[in-house]
């Protein structure tokens, strides 16, 4: 029924699943997409949060940090909610549908850093979760200029040769993902990942890796 | 250099673009914490005003997703800036006036029925509001969790309620009216949570 | 100073993020501006919008009676094939409002199956439901912070 003519990036479908006018598909790329996402959301699900120590120099003295049940739960929640999204944003077949897929996971990694109580990470999760609200304008605008101009949302036809896309709707959809990903930003994470919580700051990283592939993968097909 | 423009489509995307370039120098300008978080509301609109563009109804579709991601995006945010600069001082004297003693119950009973029958997202609204003005006036503490079970539930509607349209399409007046449902719940015991929200034990 | 330490010297201070980002934005909407002349609107669009100023529900009649199927131009049709009948059903109250004004629509009503629902529950709903999961986690993470502060 539903047939990818530009196979040279992502080779054939395997499957498609159709919600209405959002028909999300697997290929071999992004099946693979998938599989890491998921197994890296299986990881987060049962794995225990890492407990920092701190030496204190000039001494015997250590301490660690304490994780609270509570944090512990809700970090473990943000954590699974951003996999989901994640494998969300690697099945979409709709333009739109990915841009909410990445804002969702935008505002996951704000909650999983977020949840830390240190005046030092607020800080850097404030400055991130500015970006990442800024980040929605590129997102946003970039599907509907494509909406615009070619009359669909959907990559079914978008992929098709006979559709151009214009550049600035492809620059806006990349730049959009590398606010919301975080995918370069390392400045910010490396203060991030300071925080107490390992398995669960690890979603971060595997999120922002996973949807850039996948932007990637659209706009040179697109 | 004179623009010739295709079509009004390009000329509103030049005011649009227009638009945006003025907004991130503001952003890149800006110092303030809270002066950022306000310019980024003002950057989320002019996303919804490129949605807006399209000039379908499409547009109106695609454009109640982009607001609500930009609200909830603001909700969080202001709460980790709260969170982070210590502000959790609590109002010392509220407003208190007799109309607020004898007015919420009927009220907000009034508002909650016109919400009904209004229905969906305005519904939702004026219920939420009526909603709001009763526990304002009364106090809440353990209301609001209440509040925020009905939400969860109203997503389930709605979630539910997608699933019925997607697998037994024949039944769509249930999905409707389950969409429906959850919708106006949903928009009235938010808005009713958000209004709740301040830390005080009488609001 | 070499240029790559002036970089990395922007760079590793967390609160320039921002201020390079929107530089990038900037400069692909300069791209964007000086590129418009290749931008043209698609004249053929899903879900056109026509507005009668006859009609009672103007500026959201989008056709057909309760109960009978409304033509509507969905992306994949055979997906929804129910697309109509959600587009043209009104609540009972609504139907009583526009048979008797011409002004239903103004009060932007938005019933049940009344004026985009069709496109927000049906061919698009899983849009509706992300949507609404990121307002719910929203919510988790203000509700979490809030809860957090009120017990301490």
Request: aromatic share 12%.
């Amino acid at each position: 029924m539903y047939e990818l003519e530009n196979i040279n990036i992502e080779g054939q479908v395997v499957t498609f699943i159709p919600f209405g006018d959002i028909v999300g598909y697997l290929t071999p790329y992004t099946a693979i997409l998938f599989i890491f996402a998921a197994v890296f959301t299986i990881i987060a699900l049962i794995s225990k949060p890492e407990k920092q120590v701190d030496i204190a120099f000039g001494g015997d003295a250590y301490y660690t940090k304490n994780v609270s049940v509570k944090q512990m739960r809700f970090q473990r929640f943000m954590a699974a909610a951003c996999g989901l999204a994640t494998m969300g944003g690697v099945l979409s077949g709709d333009v739109f549908n990915f841009t909410l897929f990445t804002a969702m996971v935008g505002i996951t990694n704000i909650g999983i850093v977020a949840s830390i109580k240190n005046r030092h990470i607020l800080d850097n999760a404030y400055e991130y979760g500015i970006l990442a609200m800024v980040g929605t304008l590129p997102l946003f605008a970039g599907a509907a200029i494509i909406v615009a101009t070619t009359g669909t949302l959907s990559m079914w036809i978008l992929f098709t040769p006979l559709v151009t896309v214009p550049l600035v709707a492809k620059l806006l959809l990349v730049i959009g993902v590398l606010a919301e990903g975080m995918a370069p930003v390392y400045v910010a994470k490396a203060e991030i990942t300071r925080a107490p919580g390992a398995p669960f700051i690890l979603m971060v990283h595997v999120s922002s890796l996973v949807l850039f592939l996948r932007v990637i993968e659209i706009v040179i097909s697109m | 250099m004179i623009l010739s423009f295709t079509d009004d489509y390009s000329f509103g995307l030049l005011i649009g673009f227009v638009c945006i370039l003025i907004a991130f120098f503001a952003m890149m300008k800006e110092t303030d914490d809270l002066h950022r978080l306000l310019l980024t509301d003002v950057i989320e609109i002019i996303a919804l005003v490129i949605i807006a563009l399209i000039g379908t109804d499409l547009a109106e579709a695609l454009i109640l997703p982009g607001l609500v991601v930009g609200i909830a995006e603001i909700l969080a945010l202001a709460e980790i800036y709260i969170e982070k600069e210590g502000l959790v001082k609590t109002p010392e004297n509220f407003l208190k006036i007799e109309i607020m003693d004898t007015a919420p119950g009927i009220l907000s009973a009034i508002m909650l029925i016109y919400g009904v029958i209004l229905s969906g997202f305005t519904g939702g609204a004026v219920a939420g509001l009526g909603l709001l003005f009763y526990f304002l006036c009364r106090g809440s503490q353990k209301k609001t969790q209440i509040l925020e079970t009905i939400s969860g539930y109203a997503w389930v509607c709605w979630v539910v309620a997608f699933i019925v349209f997607m697998t037994i399409p024949q039944y769509w007046f249930f999905a409707v009216m389950l969409a429906g449902t959850g919708i106006f719940a949903k928009v009235a015991a938010k808005m009713t949570i958000v209004g709740t929200m301040r830390g005080n034990r009488d609001v | 100073m070499s240029i790559i330490r002036k970089v990395s010297k922007i760079l590793q201070n967390q609160n320039n993020l921002v201020r390079v980002y929107s530089l990038l934005v900037i400069f692909v909407i300069i791209i964007g501006i000086a590129t418009l002349p290749l931008i043209s609107y698609n004249e053929n669009q899903l879900y056109p919008k026509s507005v009668d100023m006859k009609s009672p529900l103007n500026p959201y009649d989008r056709g057909g009676e309760p109960f009978e199927k409304a033509e509507v131009k969905a992306q994949y049709p055979e997906n929804s094939r129910y697309l109509g009948y959600v587009t043209a059903y009104l609540t009972p109250f609504s139907l009583f409002i526009s048979y008797n004004t011409l002004y239903a629509g103004t009060t932007i009503v938005s019933h049940p199956g009344g004026i985009i629902d069709e496109i927000l529950y049906n061919t698009r709903g899983l849009d509706t439901i992300i949507e609404t999961s990121i307002l719910f986690i929203a919510f988790a993470i203000a509700m979490f912070l809030f809860r957090r502060n009120e017990k301490e």
